[in-house]
Structure formats: C-alpha cells, structure tokens
C-alpha cells in the first residue's frame, strides 16, 4: 500500500523533467537534441512540421492557498484489492479552483455552462499574450486596460477571432505572501472597462491570468469582471505559468481541462503550442 | 449559493457544444462552417495552416464506476465570502482513477514518476490506432496481440518513436453493465507480450485504451500489464472516448493531464490533433 502523502515534500519535476528530456532514463531514452530544452518545454513534428510546446501550469500541491480559509488540495492513501500486486491510489479532496484552474460560465452564473458543458472549439483557440510585468513590479494590483489592448493591436494586429487574452504579470502563485496581503488578495488582472471591450467589441472566447483572479485584488470581493465575464458565457484561466516562453501572438492555447459534469471549475493542464 | 448537485442530472454537454459549434449562442457567435461538425470536434489553425481536433474525454460524472466498492466522483457546494455576490463553488473529491484518466509510473511503483513529474515532452506525442472493434464483438475481454501490432506497421509504418499506442475497441465504458460483469471488470485491453514488444522492441511511452482497464478482464487483479508497463516508467491511458473519429496514424495525443504532485493518476482531457 501506499503511504499516505504529504503533497509537501519538495518537487522532484524539474529536475525528472530535464532527465526525461536529456534522455538520461531508460525509460524515456530519445537522442538528445542539439540544445537543451527547459523541462516545461517540448518539440513535435505536426504534419511534418516542427511545433514548440510550453507547459503553462504550475505543479498542483498543497501550497496553493487561493483565500483565506479555503481548503487546500489533500490527498488519502486508499487500500483496496489492488494492494497484493503493489497498486497506489489515493483519493483527492479538492477545491475546483485551486492551482491553474479554470472558472468556467457556472462559477457565477447558476444557468451559465458547466465545465462539462463547454465545446472542445472553444478550449483550443489562439492566445494573445498582453506583458504588464513592467508595470505589476511597481504596483501589486495593476490592471490590464483597454489601452494595453489596443496597444497589442497596433504591434500585432487586431485581436483574433476566438481567442484568449492572457496576462503576463510576472506573478508566482508559489511566491511567499504575508497573511495580510493574502487576506487582500493582492494580485493582477484585468479591469472591467478592459473585459467589456473584449466581450462587445472583439470576439474574444476567453482571459486568462498568471495571478490569482481575474479580478485585481483591489476589486475583491466585489467582483466585477467576474461577474460580467463569466455571466456572459465565457470562460477564464487562473494562475497560468511560463508566459515568458510564449509569442505575444501566433500561438495556440489548448486548456486540458478534465470535462467534471456540473463543476463551476477545476485544475487544469493549459498548453501552448507554436 | 449554489444547490447542492447531484452529478447526475442529463447532460446538456451534446446539444450545447452543438449549439456553440453553430453559432447559436451571442455568447460564442462566429460564421457558421459549411458542413456541421460534430460536437466533439473543431477546427483551428496553426502556422495559417487548418487543424482538427477530436476531444477523446467522457464527461466525467458520477455514473463512472470502474470496479465494485470503489468510490464514485462525488461534489458538495461551499459556501464562502463569494455568496453575496452569486459565486458558486464546489469541493470535489475523487479517486484518481475515474472517467477517461491517466495512469502514472507512480500507481504501480513506490519509486515511480508520480503525476506531477512525468515530462511535458511524454504528453504530446505522436498517437497510434490499433482497431480491435472487430474481435471485442465477440469476445468482451480481446486483447490486442504482437500480431495486430504488425498488422498496424505493415499499414502504416514503423511506430513512432516515443508514439501512445491506442486500442479502439469500440468499448462504452458507460453502457450499463450487470453486476457479474462489473465484478469480473470485463474490458477489452493489451497482452503482456504485446506490451513486452512495445517496451523492448519499439520506442513507446504511452499505451491507451477505451475500456476500463490496461490489463483484460481475465488478468484482473493480477493486473500483468499494468506492473511490466508502470513499473518501466511509462503512463498508460484508461476509458478514452471518440476514437473512431481519429486516424490510426499521424495524429498527434495531447494529454491534458493536470500535473498533480504525489499523484498516481488524474482525470484527464485527452486530445487528438491532426
């Protein structure tokens, strides 16, 4: 049987991931290519063509804390009929929207689509990456605008259709916080003004977050974009990793989201693929 | 807040992904395609080249029971500081083995790559379709052989290096089932000499199936496959969905795997892109 698991010892994932990808294992042996590649990121061919892919989720431990007083992710050892031959399962206990998550239409709306509910055509779309880091070193609650929208535009090109605007604060989840900016719930995001014009004037599937809410920090628990987003039948990501290693435009974001009939939302595998 | 939900109410997963696919909805509008796509599919572009995708994923409810006594994915609404402003949010707890999910090294091997650790590089690879539907008519334990993996190469080619090898048996891990069959876990899967081969003479990191299980029924709870593939720090895939909507070759697998620390396993979105 297993023993019951902290989910707290220190992560082994990098340093596996980079012997996996150096082909240092046996058991995932491949020739090793010309330069390393981080542990997050990865190589396919598509039709015969070379495609990059970054891992933009975090690991999924007991450290994620997304409020005060809201459970964190626990994890119990199950014995069953499978301990005779050496079988290991657990049982999770988890808040739908902890780690990298997705919120989907129902996490405030009691009519809005479940996470079981959503078409896979709006879980693969294109990804627009907006940088507020500069501005988030300065200011913990920054906010994306409808200037930095249309600032994108004039480097990239109009918004496509069906995408997802994703902010790259420059924020780690995993970073220490004192009780009292957690009890503030300081973190970046996007401003209403910002969520309306992508609702009513581009054709925009999903926003997506490296920090906690969608909402700054400023604007809990009130809510705002929450409340006019995902009333409006669209989704949102939160807490997404590696947004450096991805293009402001001409990527494609997959959300590996498992489809839990009835959920408001749940941890997610995000990928970015270019 | 949020009613406490039962799971178990119909999905409306077919007709609003239909609805959505078509444009019904303000919320995701866009020009209707010239030929309907089944809910299950999209179609995106990459490089300004088009893209299909097939979600392999059931929904995941409360009816996926994999074996007698094991518990069911359950949720329980939470009511928190979000209330006031209509914010819905559940606590799920779950077995890591339900609906279409991943098996990691981990669930057969104390020292293996547990969820969080595996690669992001294992998890998109190349997808391989073996067809037993044929055989698994007749027999509800078939078993893909050395020989039905030649039979694929003398079609298709040699195996991709570092490919999933899937088995569409036609199997509905969903159909009702009596109690006799359930407890004997009747569900199409690989030989242990066809697994042998994949490990030894192929390079492959991933074996799927759309039964229940890795192992055929007959060698439950041995479970021969699961402890020679597991424990050599491959991944295997259970329950997957649609696979008749993929090509045998030249798809590529994306498992939506959310990286959970300590993790034997996890419910999963699985893709198909080609």
Same mark, same amino acid.
Not at 3 to 8: A, C, G, H, N
Not at 118 to 138: M, Y
Not at 166 to 195: D, H, I, K, M, Y
Not at 249 to 268: F, H, N, Q, R, Y
């Given at each position: ?44 061919? /598509? ?67 479940? /996470? ?65 900016? /957690? ?30 809410? /969608? ?60």
């Amino acid at each position: 049987m297993a023993p019951k698991t902290s989910l707290e010892r220190p992560s082994r994932r990098g340093l596996f991931g980079l012997a996996g990808v150096l082909g240092l294992l046996g058991a995932t042996a491949r020739p090793a290519p010309a330069a390393p590649i981080p542990p997050a990121e990865a190589r396919v061919s /598509l039709h015969g063509r070379p495609i990059r892919v970054v891992d933009l989720t975090h690991e999924l431990t007991s450290e994620f804390n997304l409020g005060p007083g809201r459970p964190r992710i626990s994890m119990e050892a199950i014995q069953g009929s499978g301990a005779a031959v050496g079988m290991n399962l657990n049982r999770l206990s988890l808040v739908e929207h902890t780690g990298t998550h997705i919120d989907a239409p129902r996490h405030f709306s009691n009519q809005g689509a479940s /996470l079981g509910e959503i078409p896979i055509g709006d879980l693969v779309v294109p990804l627009a990456v907006v940088d507020l880091k500069a501005r988030a070193a300065g200011d913990s609650d920054a906010a994306v605008g409808v200037a930095d929208i249309l600032a994108w535009e004039r480097r990239h090109g109009r918004l496509p259709e069906g995408c997802c605007v994703a902010v790259n604060a420059g924020f780690n989840p995993l970073a220490p916080r004192t009780p009292g900016a /957690l009890a503030r719930r300081q973190t970046p995001g996007f401003s209403l003004e910002a969520a309306e014009m992508l609702m009513k004037a581009r054709q925009v599937k999903g926003i997506a977050v490296d920090g906690l809410s /969608l909402d700054i920090g400023a604007n809990v628990p009130a809510y705002p974009v929450h409340q006019a987003w995902l009333r409006s039948g669209r989704w949102g990501i939160e807490g997404l990793a590696n947004l450096d290693a991805v293009p402001p435009s001409g990527a494609l974001l997959v959300v590996g989201a498992p489809p839990v009939k009835d959920a408001t939302g749940m941890p997610i595998r995000a990928l970015a693929i270019f």
